[in-house]
Nanobody, 116 residues
Framework: QVQLVESGGGLVQPGGSLRLSCAAS????????MGWYRQAPGKQRELVAD???????NYADSVKGRFTISRDNAKNTVALQMNSLKPEDTAVYYC??????????WGQGTQVTVSS
């Protein structure tokens, strides 16, 4: 069992930046994929970005060029740097770990609100 704890959410004005962090309760194997998802009110949860142990990354088209995902294998953390935030980025952001076996763990989520 892995517990994931997100932090860094909050209220920011359009054009601003936030950095989300996710810490795992135990060592994460390099073959696990770590990622960030988000869910806005009335919408399905969607992938924002993910990263492999080898630091290959994948981004949703809507965040390319604005968001950057990073991973620290030694500290068992994954971060999401979000720049040029837009109101449509408002959502609850979730951290996720997926192992090759298919086991998946989710964090509890952190609210990001982009509003003037």
């Amino acid at each position: 069992q892995v517990q994931l704890v997100e932090s860094g959410g909050g209220l920011v004005q359009p054009g601003g930046s936030l950095r989300l962090s996710c810490a795992a309760s135990k060592s994460i194997r390099r073959d696990a994929v770590m990622g960030w998802y988000r869910q806005a009110p009335g919408k399905q949860r969607e992938l924002v970005a993910d990263i492999t142990g080898g630091r290959n990354t994948n981004y949703a088209d809507s965040v390319k060029g604005r968001f950057t995902i990073s991973r620290d294998n030694a500290k068992n953390t994954v971060a999401l740097q979000m720049n040029s935030l837009k109101p449509e980025d408002t959502a609850v952001y979730y951290c996720r770990i997926t192992y090759p076996s298919g086991y998946t763990y989710w964090g509890q989520g952190t609210q990001v609100t982009v509003s003037s």
